[in-house]
């Protein structure tokens, strides 16, 4: 039989939880850097990569938002967009749900349709060259105020056929998902899925208000709610699934070590959990990492790791017959592989 690893590097599946910006990696930022005229901090993209270092989100959060600074152009978003899908592609990706947050570039001077043009051509030559297809999910930043994230969606109405959801990132405690009651419900109103960030630094709270207060129907990490054997239980039985990124959270400092991460135990309490990446090149890992890293920790054999591939096609926002052609493509390949 072939190695467990290579098990998981042809396993078809889906990433739910990927920030687009947050797929820089530091080569990228210096060749942006340089066709934009763009002054660096870090002298090589060595230098930058070594920086990647933190305790903390915001330590990370410090660093994502200097480094988005290169991409101006609607070239740039594309270019950004196309080589992480191929880098998706490479890992047997299928399909793919992706965040971004149009505020930390409207700041910067760049206008929304830049931003999304240059997003959507890059997922419209992927699924053309690659076959894998894609969601976008637009991001408002918790620790801005309500009233920049409802102007945001208003700037945004006019795409609507182009991003299937809205979630909320950013620096999480002391930004409670409530604030930004009314913005989701407008987004709702509108036909916007919900998804949101908590309980990957914030309360477990926050991701019961995130599902009473926003609507949310997916929650991104989660992994905090662990803390609350009730909640657990509710997440089981709602069948609300979390998009875990097991090395995040490692590297933001959430868990010491990958052995005290609750992904295990969520799972055998019946939580549909998924595992993706976040910001691999700054987490130090794309999707396939991500499954390695928890094979290996907790032992997960073939049946459960196409156990969690099922699970993201599930939990994708994929129509109900992709979902089953996707799932019976995963059970094909576990018969086989
Ligand atoms: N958490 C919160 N905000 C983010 C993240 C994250 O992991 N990545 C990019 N923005
Ligand atoms: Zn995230």
């Known amino acids: 039989m072939r190695p ?127 076959g894998v297809t894609s969601r ?13 994230a409802m102007a945001t969606l208003e700037v945004a109405l006019p795409y609507c056929d182009r991003i299937v959801g809205v979630g909320l990132d950013s620096a999480e405690v002391g930004h409670p998902p409530s ?26 709270a926050y991701v019961a208000e995130a599902l009473d207060v926003l609507g949310a129907v997916r929650i991104d990490h989660g992994v905090r709610a662990a803390e609350d054997r009730a909640l657990v239980r509710r997440l089981a039985a709602e069948a609300v699934p979390l998009t875990v990124c097991p090395l995040s959270n490692l590297r933001l400092a959430v868990y010491d070590s990958l052995d005290k991460h609750p992904l295990r135990r969520l799972a055998e309490a019946g939580v549909p959990v998924t595992i993706n990446s976040d910001d691999p090149p700054y987490f130090g890992g794309y999707i396939n990492d991500n499954y390695r890293a928890v094979q290996e920790t907790f032992g997960f054999s073939r049946d459960e790791l196409a156990g969690f591939a099922r699970a993201s096609f599930a939990a994708s ?19 086989t592989g």
């Open 136 to 148: 976008l999910i637009l991001c408002f930043l918790r620790d801005r105020d309500a009233a920049e």
């Open 179 to 204: 604030k930004f009651r009314e913005v989701f419900a407008r987004a709702r109103a509108e036909g916007f899925l919900a998804v949101a960030h908590a309980g990957e630094e914030g309360p477990p």
């Open 4 to 130: 467990i690893s290579d098990f998981i590097g042809d396993l078809p599946k889906a990433e739910l939880h990927l920030h687009i910006e947050g797929t820089l990696e530091p080569e990228m930022v210096f060749e942006l850097a340089e066709r934009n005229r763009v002054r660096l901090r870090h002298r090589s993209p060595e230098e930058l990569r070594a920086a990647y270092d933190f305790n903390s989100l915001q330590e990370f959060l410090d660093l994502y938002y200097q480094g988005m600074g290169v991409l101006h152009t609607e070239d740039d978003f594309c270019d950004l967009t196309l080589a992480y899908m191929r880098r998706a592609a490479a890992d047997s990706v299928r399909h793919a749900e992706i965040f971004f947050d149009p505020q930390a570039h409207a700041s910067r001077g760049v206008p929304f349709p830049v931003v999304l043009d240059g997003i959507a051509e890059g997922l419209r030559r992927a699924e053309r060259e690659l």
């Open 317 to 335: 926002f994929l129509d109900p017959a992709d979902k089953a052609r996707h799932i019976a493509e995963v059970d094909a390949y576990l018969a």
